[in-house]
């Protein structure tokens, strides 16, 4: 038996506990490049305990809801921002830390255009595009140790979309 997460839409402020979503939302902050592009400056804090800033590239296969999950990771040296290399939606998963273990999962679907930052430490999903092709930009920890820690649920759940159908 597993438990439902309705999808809702993200927004910077539903998402704000978790980490920084980044969107050319309002006017940008400065026009650059002779005029041609607006620039939308400091959209995300990178925070690293050691190590340095990386650039990687992931090509994530596309899914589909409803979604089963049974796990969760989280990285406690370093953020981890996702940026789409397409104008696709992707899904969104993360729970609160209750005592060094997730608490009950928030799913949040992206619209195309719109990328995020996971703060340091924060319970997420794997990486989960809802259309191909899944081609991201990943700027994450670059450095020694393990920084990966995973949690399995003894009871999956079950993520619907917004109509709460499967």
């Known amino acids: 038996m597993s ?11 539903a998402f704000a506990p978790f980490g920084d979503l980044m969107d050319c939302a309002g006017e940008p902050d400065k026009i ?23 650039i ?7 899914r589909e809801l ?5 796990m ?12 789409p290399m397409a104008h696709v939606p992707f899904l969104v998963v993360v729970a609160p830390d209750e005592a060094g273990k997730p608490g009950t999962p928030l799913a949040f679907r992206t619209a195309p255009g719109q990328a995020i930052n996971y703060h340091k430490g ?7 595009p809802l ?3 899944g081609l991201f930009a990943v700027v994450d920890r670059i450095g020694s140790g393990e920084n990966l820690e995973e949690h399995w649920f003894s009871q999956s759940y079950r993520i619907l979309d917004q109509s709460g159908a499967s």
């Open 56 to 62: 990687s590239l992931f090509n994530a296969n596309p």
């Open 131 to 133: 259309r191909a092709p």
């Open 3 to 13: 438990r439902d997460i309705i999808v809702q839409l993200i927004t910077a402020e």
């Open 32 to 54: 650059i490049n002779q005029g041609q592009c607006g620039r939308y400056h400091n959209r995300a804090t990178l925070d690293f305990s050691d190590g340095r800033a990386g």
């Open 72 to 83: 969760v990771e989280r990285h406690p040296d370093g953020s981890q921002a996702f940026v």
């Open 122 to 128: 924060t319970w997420h999903g794997v990486l989960t």
């Open 66 to 70: 409803p979604l089963v999950l049974d």
